[in-house]
Nanobody, 127 residues
Framework: QVQLVESGGGLVQAGDSLRLSCAAS????????MGWFRQAPGKEREFVAA????????NYADSVKGRFTISRDNAKNTVYLQMNNLKPEDAAVYYC????????????????????WGQGTQVTVSS
């Protein structure tokens, strides 16, 4: 059974940093990709960042470029999202997602590209 477990969310002030983690169990995604999405209250879930596991190629939403960094640890089967200079508009539930096979950057921005999802972790940013 595949599980994705997010951690690292919390309450921070604007300008602070957080690092989210997503630990995968049940299978590896060494031939696939993993991504982060977020959903704020009253809004649709949106793409944040993704990484193709074998190539390490990353892509980001324009709103987080230069502030967020996605990375992965092969040995731990874990993907991270380092979030710097957080803004109130970054507040949301952040979801980790995994895809069994690697794909192009455009497709990885779509929720339908992913096979598995985590339960989410809350990030709150006070101004």
């Amino acid at each position: 059974q595949v599980q994705l477990v997010e951690s690292g969310g919390g309450l921070v002030q604007a300008g602070d940093s957080l690092r989210l983690s997503c630990a995968a169990s049940g299978r590896t995604f060494s031939n696939g990709a993993m991504g982060w999405f977020r959903q704020a209250p009253g809004k649709e879930r949106e793409f944040v960042a993704a990484v193709n596991w074998i190539t390490s190629i990353t892509n980001y939403a324009d709103s987080v470029k230069g502030r967020f960094t996605i990375s992965r640890d092969n040995a731990k089967n874990t993907v991270y999202l380092q979030m710097n200079n957080l803004k109130p508009e970054d507040a949301a539930v952040y979801y980790c997602a995994a895809r069994r096979f690697r794909s192009g950057a455009v497709y990885l921005k779509m929720e339908t590209a992913y096979d598995y999802w985590g339960q989410g972790t809350q990030v709150t940013v006070s101004s």
